[in-house]
Every structure is written in structure tokens, then in C-alpha cells.
């Protein structure tokens, strides 16, 4: 299986603060990676796909880039709507693995 | 649009099988991948499994001896039966759909997610 490893597991930020976490593979996995927000008490929501695409509807602060193994999400300006735990997600071979979340609040 | 709704009990026997069912409405099952996705509490997700519409699978090695994931085109629904269940199968368990084209292999529609107990 391929491991993803986020960074930081936890993270307090202040409004209008930018915001990076990543996720490194334990392989090569090009740019089959995903970002998801999960609000409490809420399913996932897909934000990042393919590393860098932007999904329909998803506020234009929110971004990601990188390919390999090594992958960057970011928040452009925090807002109080964004607190919620960030999940990577590779689907270049099975299983479908997950991070293990970043959780985010505010300072 | 397209919506996802789970079903089945909220509470199982530890040693007996776990059996859920969601059900795809505003669109059809057809043309794409369908998985299960569970959530322990307070943990990360870890993905069970998938069903393409003409019936093929693949499951997590992890679960893979106790996994079964079946397809209704006809009622539009798939379903999950998770055998001799313990405790820690204790989650909420998602459905949800992989987009297709761009979107391959990305969750684009879940459910809202069904919490099942596993306790005697």
C-alpha cells in the first residue's frame, strides 16, 4: 500500500492567515492526488484534484501543487468557514489511501 | 443532482455480518465506480472498497477475507456485508462515488454517512 503522510497533524491559525500542509508519498505517484475538507459531523468534500485542479464552486483560496511525492495544499487567507480537518487522498494504485488529516482551528 | 443515502442497522453483534446499503438517486449507478469508505470515531478514513455498475470489484487487502460489495442496477443501489464484525469496525461508514474523465479517482458525491456499532 501507498502511505501518505501529512504535516502538521494539528494546526491553529488566525483569520486572513495563509495556511500550508502537505503530504508526502511513500512513492512516485505523479499527480494522482486529491484534497478533501471534512467539516465535523459531515462527509468529505473534494477541493484539490488531479494535485493542483481547483473543483467546481471551491472559493479560488484554496490551492494545490506538486507531483511525485511530495504535495503542498494552501489556504490563501484563512476564513472562519474553513475550519474543518484537510484529508490527501492518491488513487494511482489500489488501495485508495488516505493521510491521516491535518485538523485546523483558529488561533 | 445526484445524492447518496446509506441504510441498514446501527448496531451489530460482534461475530456477525454487517450490511448496509446505499441508495443512488437523481442519476443512475451506471458508467461508474462505486465505493465504501469508513471513519473511525475521532480517526482518519480508509477506503473498503469499490463496484463498478456491470458488477466488478476490488476491496482493501486489509479487509479483504471479510468484504463483500454487491450491485442493483435494477434499484438503482449497492450494498457492503462486512463478516464476523468486532470492535474495531466500530465507524461511520460513507458511500460515495469516483467521478469519471477528470475526475477519476477522486470522491465527488458521499453520503451523509451511517454510524454502526459493533457491541453486544
Known amino acids: 500500500d501507498i502511505q501518505m503522510t501529512q504535516s502538521p497533524s494539528s494546526l491553529s491559525a488566525s483569520v486572513g492567515d495563509r495556511v500550508t500542509i502537505t503530504c508526502q508519498a511513500s512513492?512516485?505517484?505523479?499527480?494522482?492526488l486529491n484534497w478533501y475538507q471534512q467539516k465535523p459531523g459531515k462527509a468529505p468534500k473534494v477541493l484539490i484534484y488531479?494535485?493542483?485542479n481547483l473543483e467546481t464552486g471551491v472559493p479560488s483560496r484554496f490551492s494545490g501543487s506538486g507531483s511525485g511525492t511530495d504535495f503542498t495544499f494552501t489556504i490563501n487567507s484563512l476564513q472562519p468557514e474553513d475550519i474543518a480537518t484537510y484529508y490527501c487522498?492518491?488513487?494511482?494504485?489500489?488501495?485508495?489511501?488516505f493521510g491521516q488529516g491535518t485538523k485546523l482551528d483558529i488561533k | 443532482q445526484v445524492q447518496l443515502q446509506e441504510s441498514g442497522p446501527g448496531l451489530v453483534k460482534p461475530s456477525e455480518t454487517l450490511s448496509l446499503t446505499c441508495t443512488v438517486s437523481?442519476?443512475?449507478?451506471?458508467?461508474?465506480?462505486w465505493s465504501w469508505i469508513r471513519q473511525p470515531p475521532g480517526k482518519g478514513l480508509e477506503w473498503i472498497g469499490y463496484?463498478?455498475?456491470?458488477?466488478?470489484?476490488s476491496y482493501n487487502p486489509s479487509l479483504k477475507s471479510r468484504v463483500i460489495i454487491s450491485v442493483d442496477t435494477s434499484k438503482n443501489q449497492f450494498s457492503l456485508k462486512l463478516t464476523s464484525v468486532t470492535a474495531a469496525d466500530t465507524a461511520v461508514y460513507y458511500c460515495?462515488?469516483?467521478?469519471?474523465?477528470?475526475?477519476?479517482?477522486?470522491?465527488?458525491?458521499w453520503g451523509q454517512g451511517t454510524m454502526v456499532t459493533v457491541s453486544s
Open positions: 460515495a462515488r469516483e467521478g469519471r474523465s477528470a475526475y477519476a479517482g477522486a470522491f465527488d458525491i
Open positions: 437523481g442519476g443512475s449507478i451506471s458508467g461508474y465506480y
Open positions: 463496484i463498478y455498475y456491470i458488477g466488478s470489484t
Open positions: 512513492q512516485d505517484i505523479s499527480n494522482y
Open positions: 488531479d494535485a493542483s
Open positions: 487522498q492518491q488513487f494511482d494504485s489500489l488501495p485508495y489511501t
